[in-house]
């Protein structure tokens, strides 16, 4: 049963600690249905579900009527799922002239920084972007402590290679709250940058959140030459 996990490790705790990206389908979908039923947890309930639709595709597919069939299902929780997935198809659908576009790091800060600055362990995120600076999307690529020596550079562009981004900005936090550089922040940053050129991707800034406060390392010229249009601090 759900009481039977620990606080910490629920996913909706979880979620606000980590990140929604951290969590596994069964885990999202858990918290959409919030309650399980006699003698199964919402968890094990959403296995059941995801088993019986095969996957989110055949979850967005599957009528309404046999969606709420389910067991532990019922018409409420058959709205709050379909109500997500549809968020997800429309968000999904936005067009490019939709996007948000990035212009300087304080556009970065207001997209990632409440988030970010809840965590309570270092992770290292990309924001993507399309030729216009406008978010792809972003991504957790590591989480633990970020340095050069454990993040690979195939681990930070992988992601911006498949959807085709031509710049990207790194975040990581500092879960003390001091967003000051260390040595390591450094290292990272030069050795993003010089992966970035030889991909012919941008790295145009990497932002360090603390609690409250925000560092840009192209503003402070650490690990950037001249070039990039982003840079500030907070």
């Given amino acids: 049963m759900m009481r039977e996990i620990l606080p910490?490790?629920?996913?909706?705790?979880?979620?606000?600690?980590?990140?929604?990206?951290?969590?596994?389908?069964?885990?999202?979908?858990?918290?959409?249905?919030?309650t399980?039923?006699?003698?199964?947890?919402?968890v094990r309930?959403?296995?059941?579900?995801?088993?019986?639709s095969g996957d989110l595709r055949g979850l967005y597919r599957?009528?309404?009527?046999?969606?709420?069939?389910?067991r532990g299902i019922g018409e409420a929780k058959a709205c709050r799922i379909k109500a997500a997935l549809e968020l997800g198809r429309r968000l999904a659908a936005l067009g490019p002239e939709?996007?948000?576009?990035?212009e300087a790091p304080d556009d970065v800060a207001r997209l990632?920084?409440?988030?970010?600055e809840a965590l309570s362990q270092e992770q290292l995120r990309v924001v993507l972007l399309d030729t216009k600076h406008r978010v792809i999307r972003t991504k957790v690529v590591y989480q633990g402590t970020v340095n050069s020596a454990q993040v690979r550079p195939g681990e930070l562009f992988r992601d911006a290679i498949s959807h085709n981004a031509t710049a990207l900005v790194l975040v990581h936090n500092h879960p003390s709250g001091d967003p000051t550089p260390s040595a390591a922040d450094v290292s990272l940053t030069i050795d993003a940058v010089r992966s970035g050129d030889l991909l012919d991707i941008a790295v145009l800034d990497h932002?360090?959140?603390?609690?409250?406060?925000?560092?840009?390392m192209k503003r402070l010229g650490l690990g950037f030459g001249a070039g990039s249009k982003l840079g500030g601090t907070s």
Avoid at 36 to 42: F, H, K, L, N, W
Avoid at 62 to 70: G, H, I, K, S, T
Avoid at 207 to 216: A, C, F, N
């Fill in 8 to 34: 910490e490790e629920r996913p909706r705790e979880r979620l606000r600690r980590q990140g929604e990206q951290s969590l596994s389908t069964t885990e999202l979908l858990s918290i959409l249905l919030n």
């Fill in 36 to 42: 399980g039923i006699r003698g199964e947890s919402v």
């Fill in 45 to 52: 309930l959403s296995e059941h579900l995801m088993r019986q």
């Fill in 62 to 70: 599957m009528d309404f009527e046999v969606l709420a069939r389910q």
């Fill in 98 to 102: 939709e996007r948000i576009a990035i």
């Fill in 112 to 116: 990632l920084g409440v988030e970010m």
């Fill in 207 to 216: 932002l360090i959140m603390g609690r409250g406060r925000w560092v840009s």
